[in-house]
C-alpha cells in the first residue's frame, strides 16, 4: 500500500502545482487595466491582462506570490491563499509617478517601448516639432516655415518626409503614397502633443503588422483616452510666438467617457520676412463600452494651416554678404494644407483567450506648396518656383484576430488580420510659378488611384524564457495614374504582389535581461506616376534586415540597451532639390550600433540618453563615390528630467548630428550640430507656470542642408553647393496652464 500511498502524495502535488488563478486588474476608479504583467516569483510563469483587466495564471501552489506591475502604477506583491483558486480575485493598483523600476524584462513585454513611455512621462513634449524626437535615435528637422511636413534621419537615413519610416495614429496611417511633394510624406501636425497617451516604435522591417515604409521602422502614436482633469494653457514668446491649448472632459460615466482638445499656434520666426504661419487644431474623441465585452473608441481631428517660408539659402549669398542667415532669396515661398480625420477603434473580447481588434478610418487631406530650389537657373526671367498640390480622400480599414493556445511544453499565440488602404489623389500636380499667383506652366497633372490590400499572419511560440516569432505579410498594391497633359485620353495601370517574411528570437534568462535576434524582409512602395512611367518596374523595392542585440536591467534604476544591426535596400530613393522630385539611385547597404542608456539616479533626477552609428553605402558605386547623401553616421539626444523638487520640474535636453556628406563623392559636406534646450515649471495650486528656452547657447546652427545646384540672379554660371535652412537662435517662451 505504501508505494499507492506515494503516487497519491505525488499526484495531489501535480495538482496542487497545476492550480489556475482568474482575476481581474483596475485602478482606483475602479477602470479595468490593460497588458498588466501578472508573475508567479516561485513557478515563473506569467501573463497580462486583457483589455477588460482579465487575467488567467496556471502553475500555482497555496503561498506562492504575485507579483503584478505596470508602468503608471505601484508594483503589488499578492499571496496565493486557498480562496485564490475558487474565487476570482480583484487587484486595485494605486496610481503613481512613471519609473523604471516598474518595468519587467520578460520575452513578452516590450522593454524598449515602455522605457519610451517613462521616456514621455517624465519629459512630456512640448511642441509638435517634438513628437518624433520621442522616439530612441530619430532626429528631425524643419525647412519651410513650420507648416510642412519635418526631414526625417533614422539608422543612417535621410528619410525626408517619411520615404522609410513608417507612422500612424491610433491605427490610421500618416504616411501619404504617391504624395505631391514626395513618396511617403508625413505631415504629424494634426496630432495635437498634450493628447498623446503612449508611443510605439519598432526599428527594422521585423513587424507583420507594418507594411509599406517600414524600412529603417515605424512608430504608432496612441492617444488618450481620457483625461484626468481639463485644462487650458497659453505659451508667449519670441518672434511673435503663440499658443493656447485647451482640453475639456465633456463625459465621464461608468461605460463612456468623451474630451475634446483644441489648439492654436502663430509665429513669425526669427527671418527677415515673417512666417505668418499659424495652425488650427481640433480634435474629439468618444470612448464606450458595448454589452458583449466590447469597447469602441471613435475620434475626429481636423487639422488647418498656412504659412511663408524663406526657402533654402545658398551659403554663397551669405559668405558674400548679399543676405543674412535670417535672409531669403525667394521669400515668396510657403503654402497651406488642411486634414480631416475619422478613425474608429473596436475591440471585441471573445473569450478569455479570443480577441478581435479592428481599425477603420477616412481622411480629407488637402495640400498647396510653393517652392524654389534653383532659383534662377532654369528660368532667369520669372525664376524656378514651382507648386505641388493635390486634394486626396483616404479610406481604410484592418481587423486582427488573436487567440492564445496552451500546451504542455509551450504556450502558442497567433495573429491573423488583414485590411484596405485605398488613396483617391486628384489633381496631383507639379507646376511652374511666379510669385504664387501666376500659372506658368504644369510639369505634371493628373489623377492617382491606388489601392493596398493586405493579410499577414504573426505567431509566437512562448516557452517561457524563450520566444520564437515567425510571421509573414502578403501586399498587394494596384497602381492607377490618369494624365491630364497628354492630349488623348491616357490612364495607365500597375500592379504587383509583395511577400514579407519575419522571423524574430527573444530569450529572458532573467527578469532582468533581454536577448533578442530579429530578421525580417520590408519595402517601400514607389511613385504610380513613376511605377506606371516605367511599366511596373521598381513597383515595391525590399528592404532586407536582421538585428541582433540586448536590453538589461542592470538594477531597479539603470536600464541599458544596445543592438548591432544590418539593412540593405533594394533601391534608395534620393531627394533631387533642382527638380523637388524624389529619385531612384540604386542598391544600399547600411550597418550600424544602437546604444541607450535610461537612468533613475534620485526620485526627482531622471537621465536618458541614446547614441546612434551608421556605416551607410551604395553597392552599385566605385569606391569613393558612393556615399549615400544627407545620410547621417553619427547622432545622439539625451538629457536630463527633474520632478518633485517641491514643486518645480524641468528638464535639460540636447541632440547632436555629426558631419555628413551632401553629395556621393562627399565633396560637400553638411555641417553638424550640437543643439540644447532648457524648460522649466513651478506648480502652484492648480496652476503651472513654466518657461521654455529652444537652443539655450545660442548655438549657430543648419537645421536642414542640401547639395543644390542654383543660380543667382546676378550670377552667369549656376553653382552647386550647400543650401540650408538655419535653425532656431535662442528662442525663450512663458507658459501659464491652469487645470480644473
Known amino acids: 500500500m505504501k508505494p499507492i500511498l506515494l503516487w497519491a502524495l505525488l499526484l495531489c502535488a501535480v495538482v496542487a502545482q497545476s492550480q489556475s488563478i482568474t482575476g481581474k486588474i483596475v485602478t482606483q476608479k475602479n477602470t479595468p487595466l490593460e497588458d498588466v504583467y501578472v508573475f508567479n516569483k516561485n513557478s515563473n510563469t506569467h501573463t497580462h491582462t486583457d483589455i477588460q ?156 503588422e507594418q507594411g509599406d515604409f517600414t524600412t529603417a521602422g515605424y512608430v504608432d502614436f496612441k492617444t488618450k483616452d481620457r483625461l484626468e482633469n481639463s485644462s487650458i494653457s497659453v505659451e508667449y514668446g ?26 492654436l499656434n502663430t509665429f513669425d520666426g526669427p527671418y527677415e520676412s515673417p512666417q505668418n504661419f499659424n495652425r488650427y487644431n481640433v480634435m474629439g474623441k468618444f470612448n464606450f463600452q458595448l454589452p458583449g465585452d466590447q469597447h469602441v473608441s471613435v475620434s475626429a481631428s481636423h487639422l488647418q494651416s498656412k504659412w511663408d517660408a524663406s526657402g533654402q539659402i545658398p551659403q554663397r549669398a551669405v559668405d558674400a554678404g548679399l543676405i543674412d542667415r535670417f535672409g531669403s532669396i525667394d521669400d515668396t515661398e510657403g503654402g497651406n494644407t488642411s486634414r480631416t480625420n475619422l478613425i474608429l477603434n473596436h475591440t471585441k473580447i471573445l473569450s478569455p483567450t479570443q480577441k478581435l481588434k479592428s481599425t477603420a478610418y477616412v481622411t480629407h487631406y488637402d495640400f498647396e506648396l510653393y517652392s524654389n530650389f534653383t532659383f534662377f537657373l532654369e528660368d532667369p526671367i520669372n525664376a524656378d ?77 512562448d516557452f517561457g524564457d524563450f520566444k520564437i516569432n515567425p510571421a509573414l505579410r502578403l501586399d498587394y498594391f494596384k497602381f492607377d495614374y ?115 542608456l535610461r537612468y533613475e539616479a534620485t526620485d526627482w533626477m531622471y537621465l536618458f540618453g541614446d547614441v546612434n552609428y551608421t556605416y551607410a553605402r551604395s553597392t552599385e558605386a566605385p569606391e569613393g563615390e558612393d556615399y549615400i547623401p544627407l545620410a547621417p553616421d553619427l547622432t545622439s539626444t539625451g538629457g ?58 545660442d548655438t549657430e546652427w543648419n537645421e536642414t542642408q542640401f547639395a543644390t545646384e542654383s543660380r543667382l540672379f546676378n550670377e552667369v554660371e549656376p553653382v552647386e553647393e550647400i543650401h540650408f535652412t538655419p535653425g532656431t537662435p535662442f528662442f525663450i517662451r512663458g507658459k501659464v496652464t491652469v487645470n480644473f
Open 238 to 263: 519670441d518672434f511673435s510666438s503663440f499658443r493656447t491649448v485647451g482640453m475639456f472632459k465633456v463625459l465621464e460615466t461608468e461605460k463612456s467617457n468623451a474630451y475634446i482638445a483644441a489648439s
Open 482 to 596: 490618369e494624365n491630364f497633359l497628354t492630349e488623348t485620353y491616357d490612364n495607365k495601370s500597375e500592379s504587383n504582389l509583395f511577400a514579407s517574411p519575419k522571423l524574430n528570437f527573444v530569450y529572458s534568462p532573467t527578469r532582468q535581461l533581454q536577448l533578442f535576434a530579429k530578421t525580417g524582409i520590408g519595402f517601400h512602395s514607389n511613385d504610380s506616376r513613376v511605377v506606371t512611367a516605367n511599366s511596373g518596374e521598381d513597383i515595391l523595392p525590399a528592404a532586407y534586415g536582421a538585428d541582433l542585440g540586448a536590453i538589461y536591467k542592470v538594477t531597479d534604476n539603470l536600464i541599458v540597451n544596445t543592438a548591432l544591426w544590418t539593412l540593405f535596400l533594394d533601391q534608395e530613393f534620393v531627394y533631387v532639390g533642382d527638380a523637388a522630385i524624389v529619385e531612384p539611385s540604386g542598391k544600399t547597404r547600411r550597418m550600424g550600433v544602437d546604444f541607450g
Open 53 to 208: 483587466g482579465n487575467f488567467t495564471l496556471n502553475g500555482n501552489t497555496e503561498g506562492d506570490m504575485l507579483y503584478i506591475s505596470h508602468l503608471g502604477y505601484k508594483n503589488a506583491i499578492i499571496p496565493v491563499t486557498a480562496e485564490s483558486f475558487t474565487e476570482k480575485i480583484t487587484i486595485t493598483l494605486q496610481e503613481t509617478s512613471v519609473s523604471l523600476g516598474q518595468i519587467v524584462i520578460t520575452p513578452q513585454v516590450n522593454a524598449l517601448n515602455q522605457m519610451a513611455d517613462v521616456d514621455l512621462e517624465t519629459d512630456p513634449v512640448k511642441s509638435s516639432q517634438e513628437i518624433l524626437r520621442k522616439v530612441p535615435g530619430l532626429i528631425i528637422g524643419q525647412h519651410a516655415g513650420g507648416g510642412k511636413a519635418e526631414q526625417i534621419f533614422l539608422r543612417g537615413f535621410d528619410i525626408d518626409h517619411g520615404t522609410d519610416i513608417s507612422l500612424s495614429v491610433d491605427g490610421m496611417p500618416v504616411n501619404m503614397v504617391s504624395h505631391a511633394h514626395g513618396q511617403g510624406y508625413s505631415d504629424l501636425h494634426f496630432l495635437i502633443p498634450e493628447t498623446i497617451e503612449n508611443i510605439e516604435f519598432g526599428k527594422g522591417p521585423y513587424y507583420a
Open 385 to 461: 518656383q514651382i507648386m505641388q498640390q493635390e486634394d486626396r480622400n483616404l479610406f481604410g480599414f484592418k481587423t486582427a484576430y488573436t487567440e492564445k493556445m496552451e500546451a504542455n511544453t509551450f504556450d502558442f499565440e497567433y495573429t491573423a488580420g488583414g485590411g484596405v488602404r485605398y488613396d483617391d489623389v486628384n489633381d496631383v500636380q507639379l507646376s511652374r510659378t511666379k510669385n504664387r499667383d501666376e500659372l506658368l506652366e504644369r510639369l505634371a497633372f493628373g489623377n492617382v488611384d491606388q489601392i493596398n490590400a493586405f493579410g499577414f499572419v504573426n505567431t509566437e511560440f
Open 640 to 697: 536630463i528630467a527633474f520632478d518633485n523638487i517641491g514643486d518645480f520640474s524641468g528638464g535639460l535636453n540636447y541632440r547632436y548630428i555629426k558631419d555628413r556628406p551632401a553629395n556621393e563623392d562627399n565633396s560637400i559636406v553638411a555641417e553638424g550640430y550640437f543643439v540644447t534646450d532648457f524648460n522649466i515649471n513651478y506648480t502652484y495650486k492648480n496652476l503651472v507656470f513654466g518657461v521654455i528656452i529652444e537652443n539655450l547657447f
